[in-house]
Protein backbone atom coordinates (compact mmCIF):
# COMPACT_ATOMS: atom_id res chain seq x y z
CA UNK A 1 0.00 0.00 0.00
CA UNK A 2 2.84 2.38 1.05
CA UNK A 3 4.04 1.92 -2.01
CA UNK A 4 1.42 2.35 -4.49
CA UNK A 5 1.03 5.63 -2.74
CA UNK A 6 4.04 6.84 -3.06
CA UNK A 7 3.91 6.08 -6.46
CA UNK A 8 0.79 7.58 -7.02
CA UNK A 9 2.01 10.97 -5.30
CA UNK A 10 5.19 10.82 -8.11
CA UNK A 11 2.65 10.23 -10.84
CA UNK A 12 0.43 13.45 -9.28
CA UNK A 13 3.36 15.51 -8.41
CA UNK A 14 4.09 15.04 -12.55
CA UNK A 15 1.03 15.77 -13.62
CA UNK A 16 1.51 19.07 -11.15
CA UNK A 17 4.35 20.15 -12.83
CA UNK A 18 3.34 19.75 -16.38
CA UNK A 19 0.31 21.69 -15.86
CA UNK A 20 1.91 24.08 -14.55
CA UNK A 21 4.87 24.09 -17.28
CA UNK A 22 1.88 24.29 -20.14
CA UNK A 23 0.16 27.46 -18.17
CA UNK A 24 3.44 28.96 -18.10
CA UNK A 25 4.65 28.33 -21.34
CA UNK A 26 1.35 29.33 -22.90
CA UNK A 27 0.91 32.44 -21.04
CA UNK A 28 4.07 33.25 -22.18
CA UNK A 29 3.21 32.91 -25.90
CA UNK A 30 0.44 35.15 -26.16
CA UNK A 31 2.43 38.07 -24.82
CA UNK A 32 4.61 38.02 -27.79
CA UNK A 33 1.82 37.07 -30.06
CA UNK A 34 -0.39 40.08 -28.59
CA UNK A 35 2.52 42.59 -29.33
CA UNK A 36 3.13 41.31 -32.86
CA UNK A 37 -1.06 41.68 -33.32
CA UNK A 38 -1.06 44.85 -32.30
CA UNK A 39 2.01 46.20 -34.33
CA UNK A 40 0.50 44.73 -37.40
CA UNK A 41 -3.02 46.65 -36.65
CA UNK A 42 -1.89 49.49 -34.01
CA UNK A 43 -5.21 51.36 -34.73
CA UNK A 44 -7.44 48.37 -34.50
CA UNK A 45 -9.16 46.47 -31.60
CA UNK A 46 -10.64 43.86 -33.21
CA UNK A 47 -7.87 41.45 -34.74
CA UNK A 48 -6.16 41.21 -31.16
CA UNK A 49 -9.49 40.58 -29.61
CA UNK A 50 -9.95 37.57 -32.44
CA UNK A 51 -6.63 36.69 -31.99
CA UNK A 52 -6.54 36.13 -28.43
CA UNK A 53 -10.16 34.23 -28.49
CA UNK A 54 -8.33 31.96 -31.46
CA UNK A 55 -5.32 31.09 -29.43
CA UNK A 56 -7.51 30.53 -25.78
CA UNK A 57 -9.47 28.04 -27.78
CA UNK A 58 -6.25 26.21 -29.05
CA UNK A 59 -5.24 26.48 -25.72
CA UNK A 60 -7.77 24.85 -24.02
CA UNK A 61 -8.11 22.52 -26.46
CA UNK A 62 -4.49 21.45 -26.38
CA UNK A 63 -4.83 21.57 -22.58
CA UNK A 64 -7.87 18.96 -22.46
CA UNK A 65 -5.68 16.71 -24.67
CA UNK A 66 -3.05 16.51 -22.75
CA UNK A 67 -5.10 16.06 -19.21
CA UNK A 68 -6.43 13.17 -21.06
CA UNK A 69 -3.01 11.55 -22.45
CA UNK A 70 -1.72 11.91 -19.17
CA UNK A 71 -4.32 10.94 -17.02
CA UNK A 72 -5.11 7.23 -18.71
CA UNK A 73 -1.91 5.34 -17.92
CA UNK A 74 -2.00 5.62 -14.03
CA UNK A 75 -5.43 5.44 -13.68
CA UNK A 76 -6.28 3.15 -15.87
CA UNK A 77 -4.30 0.25 -13.94
CA UNK A 78 -5.36 1.73 -10.52
CA UNK A 79 -9.06 1.61 -11.60
CA UNK A 80 -9.17 -1.55 -13.55
CA UNK A 81 -7.18 -3.68 -10.57
CA UNK A 82 -10.70 -4.14 -9.00
CA UNK A 83 -11.80 -6.35 -11.74
CA UNK A 84 -7.89 -7.83 -11.62
CA UNK A 85 -8.36 -8.52 -7.72
CA UNK A 86 -12.35 -10.30 -8.40
CA UNK A 87 -11.20 -12.48 -10.96
CA UNK A 88 -8.02 -13.33 -8.41
CA UNK A 89 -10.35 -13.90 -5.70
CA UNK A 90 -13.27 -15.67 -7.48
CA UNK A 91 -16.25 -12.90 -7.01
CA UNK A 92 -15.86 -13.06 -10.71
CA UNK A 93 -15.52 -16.81 -11.81
CA UNK A 94 -17.87 -16.92 -15.48
CA UNK A 95 -17.32 -14.96 -18.36
CA UNK A 96 -20.60 -13.42 -18.22
CA UNK A 97 -19.81 -11.69 -15.13
CA UNK A 98 -16.74 -10.60 -16.75
CA UNK A 99 -18.37 -9.08 -19.21
CA UNK A 100 -20.71 -7.33 -17.31
CA UNK A 101 -17.95 -5.77 -15.55
CA UNK A 102 -16.20 -5.00 -18.28
CA UNK A 103 -18.50 -3.17 -19.86
CA UNK A 104 -19.34 -0.94 -17.11
CA UNK A 105 -16.00 -0.37 -16.15
CA UNK A 106 -15.18 0.74 -20.29
CA UNK A 107 -18.45 3.39 -20.32
CA UNK A 108 -17.88 4.23 -16.77
CA UNK A 109 -13.68 5.34 -17.87
CA UNK A 110 -13.67 6.50 -21.05
CA UNK A 111 -15.58 9.62 -20.25
CA UNK A 112 -13.53 12.33 -21.87
CA UNK A 113 -13.85 14.53 -24.65
CA UNK A 114 -11.61 12.94 -27.45
CA UNK A 115 -12.88 9.42 -26.03
CA UNK A 116 -15.99 9.03 -24.98
CA UNK A 117 -17.40 5.52 -24.91
CA UNK A 118 -21.02 5.64 -24.47
CA UNK A 119 -21.75 2.03 -24.49
CA UNK A 120 -19.66 -1.46 -24.52
CA UNK A 121 -20.73 -4.81 -25.45
CA UNK A 122 -18.81 -7.99 -24.95
CA UNK A 123 -18.93 -11.37 -27.21
CA UNK A 124 -16.24 -13.85 -26.91
CA UNK A 125 -15.86 -17.36 -29.41
CA UNK A 126 -19.50 -19.31 -28.84
CA UNK A 127 -21.55 -16.95 -26.56
CA UNK A 128 -23.76 -14.10 -26.64
CA UNK A 129 -22.91 -10.48 -26.63
CA UNK A 130 -23.20 -9.75 -23.08
CA UNK A 131 -23.07 -5.56 -20.98
CA UNK A 132 -23.99 -4.20 -18.24
CA UNK A 133 -27.08 -2.73 -19.91
CA UNK A 134 -29.38 -4.76 -22.32
CA UNK A 135 -30.03 -3.57 -25.86
CA UNK A 136 -31.93 -5.59 -28.16
CA UNK A 137 -31.64 -3.56 -30.62
CA UNK A 138 -27.85 -3.30 -30.69
CA UNK A 139 -27.63 -6.99 -29.86
CA UNK A 140 -29.84 -7.80 -33.51
CA UNK A 141 -27.47 -5.51 -34.97
CA UNK A 142 -23.86 -7.06 -33.58
CA UNK A 143 -26.21 -10.81 -34.63
CA UNK A 144 -27.38 -9.28 -38.45
CA UNK A 145 -24.30 -8.30 -39.13
CA UNK A 146 -21.75 -11.32 -38.19
CA UNK A 147 -19.54 -9.04 -36.13
CA UNK A 148 -18.49 -11.69 -33.88
CA UNK A 149 -17.26 -13.61 -37.32
CA UNK A 150 -16.04 -10.74 -38.67
CA UNK A 151 -13.74 -9.59 -35.41
CA UNK A 152 -11.91 -12.85 -36.25
CA UNK A 153 -10.34 -11.22 -39.39
CA UNK A 154 -9.33 -7.56 -37.44
CA UNK A 155 -6.07 -7.21 -36.07
CA UNK A 156 -6.69 -3.40 -34.56
CA UNK A 157 -10.06 -1.57 -33.61
CA UNK A 158 -12.41 -0.75 -36.56
CA UNK A 159 -15.02 1.57 -37.02
CA UNK A 160 -17.84 -0.32 -38.60
CA UNK A 161 -20.36 2.41 -39.23
CA UNK A 162 -23.32 4.05 -37.61
CA UNK A 163 -26.07 3.33 -34.90
CA UNK A 164 -29.29 5.09 -33.77
CA UNK A 165 -30.08 4.58 -30.30
CA UNK A 166 -33.07 6.58 -28.30
CA UNK A 167 -32.90 9.63 -31.27
CA UNK A 168 -29.41 9.72 -30.98
CA UNK A 169 -26.80 8.74 -33.68
CA UNK A 170 -23.59 6.52 -32.31
CA UNK A 171 -20.18 5.45 -34.04
CA UNK A 172 -20.14 2.09 -34.00
CA UNK A 173 -16.10 0.59 -33.62
CA UNK A 174 -15.51 -2.99 -32.95
CA UNK A 175 -11.97 -4.12 -30.89
CA UNK A 176 -11.05 -7.49 -31.39
CA UNK A 177 -9.72 -9.06 -28.41
CA UNK A 178 -6.40 -11.16 -29.05
CA UNK A 179 -4.55 -13.06 -26.56
CA UNK A 180 -1.11 -13.77 -28.43
CA UNK A 181 -2.15 -15.60 -31.38
CA UNK A 182 -5.29 -17.02 -30.10
CA UNK A 183 -8.43 -14.89 -31.05
CA UNK A 184 -10.88 -14.31 -28.27
CA UNK A 185 -13.80 -11.86 -29.74
CA UNK A 186 -14.20 -8.27 -29.60
CA UNK A 187 -15.95 -5.32 -27.97
CA UNK A 188 -18.45 -3.21 -29.66
CA UNK A 189 -18.16 0.06 -28.55
CA UNK A 190 -20.29 2.95 -29.50
CA UNK A 191 -19.20 6.55 -29.51
CA UNK A 192 -21.07 10.05 -30.14
CA UNK A 193 -17.86 11.38 -31.63
CA UNK A 194 -15.42 9.69 -33.99
CA UNK A 195 -12.56 8.68 -32.06
CA UNK A 196 -9.43 10.26 -34.03
CA UNK A 197 -7.11 7.19 -34.70
CA UNK A 198 -4.47 8.45 -32.39
CA UNK A 199 -7.13 7.50 -29.13
CA UNK A 200 -8.11 4.43 -31.24
CA UNK A 201 -4.59 3.19 -29.88
CA UNK A 202 -5.80 3.90 -26.07
CA UNK A 203 -8.43 1.38 -26.71
CA UNK A 204 -6.26 -0.94 -28.46
CA UNK A 205 -3.74 -0.82 -25.80
CA UNK A 206 -6.43 -1.22 -23.42
CA UNK A 207 -7.30 -4.56 -24.48
CA UNK A 208 -3.46 -5.57 -25.26
CA UNK A 209 -2.31 -4.60 -21.44
CA UNK A 210 -6.14 -5.17 -19.28
CA UNK A 211 -8.83 -6.98 -21.00
CA UNK A 212 -7.07 -10.13 -23.52
CA UNK A 213 -5.01 -12.18 -20.07
CA UNK A 214 -8.27 -11.85 -17.78
CA UNK A 215 -11.04 -12.69 -20.72
CA UNK A 216 -8.25 -15.69 -21.63
CA UNK A 217 -8.24 -16.45 -17.86
CA UNK A 218 -11.53 -16.97 -17.38
CA UNK A 219 -12.16 -18.46 -20.88
CA UNK A 220 -10.02 -21.37 -19.96
CA UNK A 221 -11.46 -21.66 -16.40
CA UNK A 222 -14.45 -22.44 -17.80
CA UNK A 223 -13.32 -25.08 -20.00
CA UNK A 224 -12.33 -26.86 -17.12
Partial sequence: ??????????????RIILLVFFVTTSIAISIPL???????????????????????IVVVVV?????VISYIPF??????DSIK???ASGRINTIEQLGERITAFTVR???FSFLDISHAFLQTEGGEV??????????????????????RELDQITRAGKISLQGKNYQLYILPIWFGEQWLGYMALLSEKRISRFFQ???????????????MHLVKFNKQ
Fill in 1 to 14: MTRHSSYSFIYNLQ
Fill in 34 to 56: AKLVTKLSPNHLYPLVITLLAYI
Fill in 63 to 67: GSMIH
Fill in 75 to 80: NLATAF
Fill in 85 to 87: NDI
Fill in 109 to 111: FYN
Fill in 130 to 151: MGHETNIQVENVLKEYKMLEKS
Fill in 201 to 215: RFLMEYEENFLDDQI
